[in-house]
């Protein structure tokens, strides 16, 4: 990205004709024309929100995506589009000038965004934007009873703090894969709106994106490795082990530090926080800033030759014995156990 001044641009309209109560708004984030599995996740959870509190939950999309009406399906009563090119990117300051004005204009009192790197840049500012209280990572369903009551891990996952929400307005993140979401609805046609865009002070020359086949903050199946691996030459057994479960792969800091892998693999305290199904660990310590970003993961497994890891302290299943051996046996048993059916 590089900073640079623009020119003021051709101003647009805000053109929703009337005014209507739409109490939660959730943002239907995309990535290229699609929507982000996190998208009807946050969906779901703002339909919930609002049956609780006895009102509709709006989707807004921001940019050019494929069939947004299909948000119904997992409980939008409504879905607008602002489906202006340059907001098929991200910039914070358009995406929050647009949402300030769709919240203000349907007098919304509940933004919902996904925790990822979207929303996590999103909530602060739309948070002051419609002076609302933030809370972000929230983990289930809220409760709603006069207030609104919202609950996320923190200390590293070792406890759960519960949030009241009692300001006139609240913005919300939810973590990727803590809510399941169900198909509680049917498509709806989605309406096309226009926004007042500022100028963009960024201008983004070129985008990056990380390869493999699921985004490791979206995946459900996860295999991970750390310094035990001795070497970056050895992540074949991983790499197979991954394929074979339809996993996605992450590491451990020091081995993004030492270019072992890529960054975007990293997680924990300072990298990635994701909440998978199963995440499968080898060769990984299980130092306190690791197991902050792994410790809401549903089911975790430890490959660790040291019965005194600390990992197995956090492991709900632990295999004591040399990665080299087991993960190639798992991987076998794995594809023996594919191929009867
Ligand atoms: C401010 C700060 C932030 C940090 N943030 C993060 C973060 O976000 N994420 C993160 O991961 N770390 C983070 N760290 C680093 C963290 O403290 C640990 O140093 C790091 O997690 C250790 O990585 P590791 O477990 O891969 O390596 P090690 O601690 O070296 O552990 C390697 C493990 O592999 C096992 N092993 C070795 N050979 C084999 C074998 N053949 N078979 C099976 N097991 C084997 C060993 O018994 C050992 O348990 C942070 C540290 C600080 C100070």
Request: glycine share 10%; charged share 20%.
């Amino acid at each position: 990205m590089n900073s640079s001044a623009c020119c003021t641009r051709k101003q647009k309209l805000f053109n929703v004709s009337e005014s209507r109560e739409t109490m939660v708004i959730v943002l239907g984030e995309q990535q290229n024309g699609k929507f982000k599995k996190a998208t009807f996740e946050v969906v779901y959870y703002g339909k919930k929100l609002a049956e609780a509190k006895g009102t509709s939950c709006t989707a807004l999309v921001l940019g050019e995506v494929e069939d947004p009406g299909q948000l119904g399906r997992y409980g939008a009563d409504q879905v607008l589009v602002v489906s202006d090119p340059e907001l098929n990117t991200l910039d914070t300051q358009q995406y929050t000038a647009v949402m300030k004005q769709i919240v203000d204009q349907h007098q919304a009192d509940t933004v919902v965004l996904p925790h990822s790197t979207t929303g996590k840049a999103l909530a602060g500012r739309v948070g002051i934007a419609i002076d609302g209280s933030v809370v972000t990572a929230v983990n289930a369903l809220p409760e709603v009873n006069g207030s609104c009551t919202v609950s996320r891990p923190v200390f590293a996952g070792k406890a759960i703090a519960t949030y009241q929400l009692n300001g006139p307005r609240k913005v919300i993140t939810v973590t990727g894969n803590s809510i399941k979401p169900e198909e509680i609805g049917a498509p709806v046609q989605a309406e096309q709106i226009q926004a007042d865009l500022p100028a963009r002070k960024v201008r983004i020359k070129e985008v990056k994106r990380a390869t493999g086949s699921t985004p490791l903050p979206e995946a459900e199946l996860v295999v991970s490795a750390g310094r035990g691996m001795k070497g970056p030459e050895n992540w074949g057994i991983i790499e197979e082990l991954a394929e074979t479960l339809g996993a996605a792969t992450a590491c451990s800091r020091p081995v993004s530090d030492a270019d072992w892998r890529p960054h975007h693999e990293h997680v924990g305290q300072t990298g990635i926080a994701i909440s998978p199904n199963l995440y499968l660990a080898a060769g990984i310590s299980g130092a306190i800033q690791h197991l902050a970003g792994v410790n809401n993961s549903k089911v975790i497994v430890v490959i660790n030759k040291d019965p005194e890891a600390p990992f197995f302290k956090a492991a709900d299943y632990g295999v004591v014995g040399d990665l080299f051996e087991v993960v190639p046996r798992l991987t076998e048993a794995l594809k023996k156990f594919k191929s009867q059916g």
